[in-house]
């Protein structure tokens, strides 16, 4: 089992839906987040003030897979998140040592679906 951790740029989180949507995946947790990398941020004026801005707005996916699905979340988030430009965000996989289903205490690959 595995826990599929990406970053993304927020516009493109519709299109990377409907390509998990197209491969079956339904189950994911999304979350807004602010983070930097190599985009760096950019500079702003404020009220005659330059402001720097190095965090940026970005969604984090999670998604909790057997391990017979990784290579096609990843696959899927990369074409869906795809704008060429820096920036266009970073998956992360580790393992999941267990997943338990709270209502029916179901573990495992069955908890995950």
Do not use: W
Request: glycine share 8%; hydrophobic share 40%.
């Amino acid at each position: 089992m595995k826990l599929i951790i990406a970053y993304i740029q927020p516009f493109k989180l519709n299109d990377v839906k409907q390509k998990l949507f197209e491969h079956k995946i339904f189950k994911m947790s999304v979350t807004n987040s602010l983070g930097c990398g190599q985009q760096m941020g950019y500079t702003e004026q404020f009220r005659g003030v330059d402001i720097e801005v190095n965090l940026l707005k970005k969604i984090r996916l999670e998604i909790a897979v057997n391990d017979e699905f990784e290579d096609v979340v990843i696959d899927t988030i990369c074409e869906g998140a795809y704008t060429g430009e820096i920036g266009d965000g970073k998956i992360f996989v580790l393992e999941l040592k267990d997943c338990v289903r709270i209502r029916t205490r179901e573990k495992g690959k069955v908890a995950i679906g």
